[in-house]
């Protein structure tokens, strides 16, 4: 089976090329680098002793991605290509829509063209706003989220039912994650921020190597256990492994169309502080931190019930917090520079 991957050279899409690889699947790299390096490709070819073709290319670019879809026979898409930083998407709205929003239909609209049906859409756990109870259930309605970054993955959830109404052939999968963390156990992929990190661990990771002063944790006054924001932190190797359990799942139902939604997590809630303390643990040295103001767009506290996909797709994520720690020290120690030499 062939897969486009699109934005395939991310954090996350590097990691789950990795893993279709490894399950025999040929991929295809589609991806405009602004937030990503060519050398991920290259270090996930090295590990999979196997060749990925890469195009470079934008989202929002239907003529290169029709001529993609003319020159390849594409089996199923993993769209992973989208701007991801929840007070970033507070600042540049605008850009949010068009890349995740328009970008999706873009690429929809050149799926359908060339008769590729099989989707799976890299959602959040935002989807689920700030109006339903914890833990989330796929069940739940569509909330309002408190950012364009989780109103963005709404709108393209919408688009998604509402095209599978239209077309009877298209076979959707919407994976809602949590908060994937650590990197591959080699060290030698990993999560490589340009600029200064939106996400806690490789702001924590960075810290620790000596590229940052000091932490800032935004907010010690939420209602939770010890003030700070909860999250349901789960092994980007799990999340990788869920993506190609869900295109198992896809290619084993054979009378199934329409769009189905799966949690992925590990339906524990773990705060700011226990993630800070967990990684001082694996270091054996203190990170320095201040306490800042609360962040805009930033919910108190949520987490997976991830019954279904344990049920359903045969998955679960079974690596533990102390491997997440080690797996990113281990890729932060080794690479201080991220993919840069």
């Not at 007070?87 to 890349?99: D, F, R, V, W």
């Not at 609360?294 to 991830?306: E, H, V, Y």
Request: proline share 4%.
């Amino acid at each position: 089976m062939k897969v486009l991957v699109t934005g395939g050279a991310g954090y996350i899409g590097s990691h789950t090329v990795l893993s279709l690889l490894e399950n025999n699947y040929d991929v295809i790299v589609y991806d405009n680098l602004v937030n990503s390096s060519i050398e991920s490709i290259d270090r996930v070819e090295k590990l999979a002793g196997k060749s990925v073709t890469f195009i470079e290319g934008d989202i929002c670019d239907k003529n290169k991605l029709s001529q993609l879809f003319k020159q390849h026979s594409i089996d199923a898409v993993i769209h992973f290509a989208a701007l991801k930083a929840v007070g970033e998407s507070t600042k540049i709205p605008l850009s949010y829509y068009q890349n995740n929003v328009y970008g999706s239909v873009c690429l929809l609209e050149v799926m359908q063209q060339h008769n590729v049906h099989n989707f799976i859409f890299s959602s959040s756990a935002t989807v689920y706003g700030e109006e339903n109870d914890v833990p989330y259930v796929e069940t739940m309605k569509l909330g309002t989220p408190s950012s364009p970054y989780g109103a963005s993955k709404v709108m393209v959830e919408r688009v998604l039912a509402d095209f599978s109404l239209s077309d009877n052939n298209f076979r959707g999968v919407s994976l809602r994650y949590f908060n994937p963390i650590g990197a591959h156990e080699s060290g030698t992929i990993g999560e490589d921020p340009k600029g200064i990190p939106n996400n806690l661990l490789p702001y924590v990771a960075q810290v620790a190597v000596g590229k940052r002063d000091k932490l800032a944790i935004f907010g010690d006054d939420y209602p939770t256990k010890d003030g700070s924001c909860e999250r349901d932190y789960l092994h980007v190797m799990d999340l990788a492994q869920g993506h190609v359990a869900a295109l198992d799942w896809l290619n084993r139902q054979s009378d199934f169309s329409g769009v189905e939604a799966f949690n992925l997590g590990t339906g524990n809630g773990v705060s700011v502080f226990a993630i800070v303390k967990a990684f001082e643990q694996v270091i054996n040295k203190k990170i320095p931190f201040e306490v800042s103001p609360r962040r805009s767009g930033d919910l108190p506290a949520f987490w997976a019930n991830a019954n279904k996909a344990n049920k359903e797709l045969n998955w679960q994520a079974s690596r533990t917090l102390e491997q997440m720690m080690e797996d990113t020290w281990r890729w932060q120690s080794n690479n201080p520079n991220g993919y840069l030499a």
